[in-house]
């Protein structure tokens, strides 16, 4: 399985894009504005899209992204494109999005019978299947309904935890999957802890007690995603330092990787 990072920031900037990540060419996971890069003919080929919350740096460019690609769907006969996520972040995207004020209504265009759009609700534990790889829900606690993500195919697991806090039920299960990279957020510095806590997010130092949760002699690259630009080097230098003891392979994820598990 193929994973592209089209945008892992917590904001926009020169050189940032918020979080999207395509896997093979067929699977969408956030649509934040990294999604705007891809040529429209690879957007025109995304089939499924795995939102994990309605916030949105994560789904900025999902009405965006069905208005490319509508001709050339509809002309080919592509069919719908498929948005998964919980009921929660569903109602908030029909409500606030796709409502005919803000942007068109998708479900219903060209007509009802024949959407561009569909919604299928998920609930954390849910696995989808399309042979190739499978996507599974995942435990996150942030201040709206969330999840995050596990994929895999022939290869070991990509997990990623989303927006999220303090999260013992996501360990849980990742310590039952055979990880193969691990991308987690970390938005804000020390400095700002207080901020993290109260907006359900990571800081380096509620991190460093989150991996303490990974299963002994698990070892696995941890991606560090959703940092904001201007406390990125920051961010990284408090983590590193954190875990010196530790010894993680923590790593800074970037718009533009590719990573083949």
Known sequence: MKVQVLGCSGAIAHGCRTTAFLLDDDVLVDAGTGVGDLPLDVMAGIDHVFITHAHLDHVAALPLMLDAVASARLTRGAG?????????????????????????????????????????????????????????????????????????????????????????????????????????ETAFSDRESDLARRSQHLAPGTLAEELASIAPHARYPICITHTKPAETELIMAEILRLDAALRHDIRWLQAGQTFEL
């Open 80 to 184: 719908a494109v498929t948005v998964h996520a919980l009921p929660e972040t569903i109602e908030a995207l029909q409500t606030h999005l796709f409502n005919g004020l803000i942007w068109p209504d998708f479900t219903l265009i060209p007509s009802a019978e024949t959407p561009l759009l569909v919604f299928e609700p998920l609930q954390v534990g849910d696995t989808w299947t399309d042979g190739r790889k499978t996507v599974e829900a995942l435990p996150a606690v942030h201040s709206v309904p969330a999840v995050g993500y596990a994929a895999w195919g022939q290869g070991g697991a990509w997990v990623f935890s989303g927006d999220t806090g303090r999260n013992p039920a996501f360990w849980a299960r990742v310590n039952q999957l055979p990880v193969a990279q691990l991308v987690i």
